[in-house]
């Protein structure tokens, strides 16, 4: 018997031992790049954020009962997952996990992209902020007219 790709095992296993009728029918899966604080119960929700990436991890139990985790993509979490963020099939036959780093993270273009964010809040927030004074100003009496009037 060929070996299986880990994601198909686990969606397999899912499937036919699984009680929770709404992911077991769907392999297992709980959702895709869900934020923290998304599972019902805080015990998985923490373990989600914890557990290797492309690991089987479990049992955990929580007040629905026992879980098994395999968590196969996740972004913002270097300090866990390194420089990779996902995992795919691959090797011959497909039966192997590959790990994948995103092109985009470190990317000069993400670096430029983060700055010309930055600039354009900043230039944004000077503006609103001198004009919330000024309107501040003359509701206190302290202008009697405002400059673009």
């Known amino acids: 018997m060929d070996p299986l790709y880990i994601v198909d095992a686990f969606s397999a296993a899912a499937e036919q031992y699984s009680r929770d009728k709404e992911t077991g029918s769907n392999g297992g899966l709980l959702g895709t790049l869900v934020p923290q604080g998304y ?11 914890e557990v290797p990436l492309g690991e089987i991890s479990g049992p955990i139990e929580s007040g ?10 996740r972004i913002n979490c270097q300090k866990i997952d390194g420089e990779f ?5 691959g090797g011959e036959g497909g039966s192997e996990t590959v790990f994948v780093r ?6 000069s273009d993400a670096i430029v992209r983060l700055a010309f964010q930055q600039i354009g ?6 503006f609103s902020g001198a004009i919330v ?4 100003a003359k509701a ?9 009037e």
Do not use: M, Q
Not at 85 to 89: A, L, M, P, Q, S
């Open 39 to 49: 599972c019902r119960a805080p015990e998985l929700d923490k373990a989600c954020f």
């Open 64 to 73: 629905h009962g026992y879980h098994l985790i395999l968590v196969t993509e």
């Open 85 to 89: 963020n996902k995992i795919t099939r």
């Open 102 to 107: 995103d092109s985009k993270i470190g990317s």
């Open 121 to 126: 809040f900043w230039i944004a927030a000077t």
């Open 133 to 136: 004074a000024e309107v501040a």
């Open 140 to 148: 206190a009496n302290v202008l009697d007219k405002l400059p673009w």
